[in-house]
C-alpha cells in the first residue's frame, strides 16, 4: 500500500484550561496554611507583587532625610496607571473597588493590617528515641563491634522502639557474626525505655518485666504459653490452660494492662497538627456573621515602583518591558483568583448556613441531610467548585471546629422524616457509650434501639457506621473484671 502525504483542515472543539485558570482553580482547593505557602512563594518570583507595607513604615518614609526607591522615578500620577489601561484595558483600582461594594472584607488588601503571630509558633525542643538511646550508649561501657553493632539496631528501631531488621540483615550491616548481634540486641533491650528493641508485641511486654519483678510469675506464663488466648480474650480457656483460677487470670491481665506496647511513643518528635480554621462563623443579636480567617496570610499590592517603572518608557528596554508586563499579567490575575477564592467560599459558607441554620443554633441532632449537588444549585455552581471549595477546609462554629464536609451527608428514614447519616453516627456513638461493659451491644441490638428511636438501619449499615467511628466490635470491647 503506498504511503503519501496531504494536508487536511479539521473542525474540532476542545477544553483548553489555561495556565491561569488553573492557578485559580488549584487556589481554590488549597487549604489556608497551604495558601500561605504558595503566596509566599509568589511574592519572592515576582516582583510586581509586595506586601502591603503599615503605615507607620510609610510614614517614616515620608518624614524629611530619608528617600525611597519609589522617589527614583517621579511620574504624573495620570500615568501611573498607563500601562494598566494599555494592557489590560482598565485599571486594578478600578475593579477592586468592585469587592468593596457590599462591606465585606475578604482580606489580602488592607492597608496598614498588622500582622499577628501565630499562638501555636514556639520554638519546641524535645529528645526523640534515638538521641535518648544514643545518649545512653554513649554513657555506657559497650565498645568494639557490640557498641558498633548497638548503634546500628538504634538506627533500626522505628518510633515506637520496635526492630524493623532481622538479626541477618543487622550483622551484615556491621560486619559481623550473629553471636555479636545477638549480644548488641540484649544490650539495647536493656535500656531505658524497658520494652525497647523488641521485634514483636509479645516480646516487648516480655521486656518489661524483669525490672518490675514479674519474672517467673502468671504474668509471664500468660505471655509466653498464652499470648493467642490472650489476645482474643479467652480468658476461660486460658485459666483452663495454666490450671488457674479465672480471678487469677483476671488479676494477671489486669497487670498486663498497665504495661506499655508502645515504649518509644513517649519520646516521639512529632510534633502536633494543629487545625487553623479558614472560616468563623459566630452567632450575634441572633444573626450568624461569617468571617474569613486572614491570619498569617501576606496582604498583596502592585508594587509602585515597578508599576512607575514600567510608566517610563525611557528607562526600560525592550525585553525588560516584555518581562515586567508579563509579570504585571500574572500579578493582577493572581489578586483576581484570590478575590474570587474568598467570595465563593463566603458564598458557600453562606449556604451552607442556610441549609444547616437548625444545626448551627441547636446542635449535631438537628444536622439535615444535603449533599454537594444541592449547594451547586442554590449558588449556580458547577458541583466540581463547590467539592474544591470544601475540600480540607474547616469551620469554626458555635459547635465546634468542623470539616465542611462535615455538612453533608447522606439521608436515613426516620419517622420524624429523613435524617443525616452524621445524626445516626451520633447516636451510635451514644448507645455503645451507654452500654455495659460486662455486656456490650452487638450490632443487632444497636439496630433494635435505632429502630425503637424511630430510625431503620439495616444491621450492616450499622456495622459499616461503627467502623466509620473506629468504634471496635463487641466481642473486643467486652470487660471481663
Not at 356 to 385: C, I, W
Not at 397 to 421: I, K, T
Amino acid at each position: 500500500m503506498a504511503q503519501e502525504q496531504r494536508l487536511e483542515l479539521r473542525l474540532s472543539q476542545k477544553l483548553i484550561l489555561t495556565p491561569q485558570l488553573q492557578q485559580s482553580i488549584r487556589l481554590l482547593q488549597l487549604p489556608l496554611l497551604e495558601l500561605t505557602q504558595d503566596i509566599n512563594q509568589e511574592l519572592m518570583n515576582n516582583p510586581l507583587l509586595e506586601e502591603n507595607v503599615e503605615r507607620e513604615t510609610e510614614a517614616r518614609n515620608d518624614q524629611p532625610g530619608t528617600t525611597s526607591e519609589e522617589e527614583t522615578f517621579r511620574e504624573p500620577s495620570d500615568d501611573a496607571e498607563a500601562p494598566l489601561e494599555k494592557i489590560f484595558g482598565f485599571t486594578t483600582d478600578s475593579y477592586f473597588e468592585e469587592r468593596e461594594s457590599d462591606g465585606r472584607d475578604f482580606g489580602y488588601f488592607s492597608d496598614g493590617a498588622e500582622e499577628m503571630s501565630s499562638p501555636f509558633e514556639r520554638n519546641r525542643s524535645k529528645t526523640d528515641l534515638y538521641e535518648h538511646l544514643l545518649w545512653q550508649l554513649r554513657l555506657s561501657s559497650a565498645s568494639g563491634p557490640v557498641g558498633k553493632t548497638a548503634e546500628i539496631i538504634i538506627n533500626n528501631l522505628n518510633d515506637y522502639g520496635y526492630l524493623q531488621a532481622s538479626l541477618e540483615e543487622i550483622a551484615g550491616m556491621a560486619d559481623t557474626d550473629l553471636a555479636v548481634v545477638e549480644e548488641a540486641l540484649k544490650f539495647v533491650q536493656g535500656l531505658d525505655p524497658s520494652g525497647v528493641g523488641a521485634r514483636n508485641l509479645q516480646e516487648c511486654l516480655l521486656l518489661q518485666l524483669p525490672p518490675l519483678n514479674l519474672t517467673g510469675t502468671l504474668v509471664e506464663h500468660i505471655l509466653t504459653e498464652g499470648f493467642s488466648e490472650l489476645e482474643g480474650k479467652k480468658y476461660k480457656q486460658l485459666a483452663v490452660k495454666l490450671k488457674v483460677t479465672i480471678d487469677d487470670i483476671f488479676a494477671a491481665v489486669k497487670i498486663i494492662e498497665g504495661l506499655e506496647p508502645r515504649p518509644g511513643r513517649n519520646y516521639s518528635s512529632d510534633e502536633p497538627v494543629h487545625i487553623i480554621p479558614d472560616v468563623y462563623v459566630e452567632e450575634s443579636d441572633g444573626k450568624f456573621i461569617i468571617t474569613l480567617n486572614e491570619e498569617g496570610i501576606p496582604k498583596l499590592r502592585l508594587s509602585n515602583y515597578y508599576r512607575r517603572l514600567l510608566a517610563n518608557k525611557k528607562t526600560l528596554g525592550p525585553e525588560e518591558k516584555l518581562f515586567l508586563e508579563e509579570k504585571l499579567r500574572s500579578a493582577i490575575w493572581l489578586l483576581r483568583s484570590l478575590d474570587q477564592r474568598n467570595k465563593t467560599i463566603y458564598r458557600v459558607t453562606e449556604s451552607i448556613l442556610k441549609f444547616q441554620e437548625d444545626f448551627f443554633r441547636k446542635g449535631h441532632k438537628y444536622l439535615k441531610p444535603l449533599n454537594l449537588r444541592d449547594v451547586a444549585e442554590d449558588l449556580g455552581m458547577h458541583e466540581s467548585t463547590i467539592s474544591r471549595v470544601t475540600s480540607n477546609k474547616y469551620i469554626q462554629c458555635p459547635q465546634g471546629l468542623l470539616n465542611f464536609r462535615h455538612f453533608f451527608s447522606n439521608a436515613v428514614a426516620s419517622e420524624g422524616g429523613d435524617m443525616s447519616s452524621s445524626t445516626v453516627k451520633d447516636i451510635i456513638k451514644q448507645i455503645i457509650a451507654d452500654e455495659n461493659p460486662l455486656e456490650p451491644l452487638n450490632d443487632q441490638k444497636v439496630v433494635e434501639m435505632l429502630k425503637n428511636r424511630g430510625i431503620s438501619v439495616a444491621r450492616r449499615t450499622a456495622a459499616k457506621y461503627r467502623e466509620e467511628l473506629k468504634i471496635p466490635s463487641h466481642l473486643k470491647r467486652k470487660k471481663w473484671f
